[in-house]
């Protein structure tokens, strides 16, 4: 009776495990940026499964650093601004990036910096009259 109990409990145990490393356990986050095609942005999990995203660049408004206070901790994390096609001045939505990883203020800024390179080379520029 008790090594049933026990064999069940380590069953149910690796199976949490499993589902853990499979599902939620992220290992690494990356984000490709091609300026004429969109964003990427890739997640692998810590089992070797892979989750990509992509975003048209027709779809990206801007990139830009958020700070959320969370409990007495500011935290910083980079975010992809999509256009809103009803409104053009407004955004539809906030697509978070590194959640998982959580990277430093100044690592933050680097990307954001290569970003912003990329994106205003797709802005086209004023034409003199």
């Not at 206070?69 to 990036?97: A, F, K, R, T």
Request: overall charge negative.
């Amino acid at each position: 009776q008790n090594s049933m109990v026990l064999s069940a409990a380590i069953f149910i145990t690796l199976i949490g495990l499993i589902i853990y490393l499979h599902f939620v356990k992220i290992d690494q986050e990356s984000l490709l940026v091609i300026g004429s095609l969109g964003i990427q942005v890739t997640s692998s999990y810590a089992s070797g499964k892979e989750s990509t995203t992509f975003i048209e660049m027709s779809q990206v408004k801007d990139v830009v650093i958020n700070e959320a206070i969370h409990m007495q901790e500011v935290i910083y994390y980079l975010c992809i601004l999509l256009w809103d096609p009803g409104d053009p001045e407004g955004v539809s939505e906030v697509v978070p990036l590194f959640q998982s990883s959580k990277p430093r203020l100044d690592c933050l800024i680097e990307v954001y910096k290569s970003c912003q390179e990329i994106l205003e080379q797709r802005k086209p520029t004023p034409q003199a009259s």
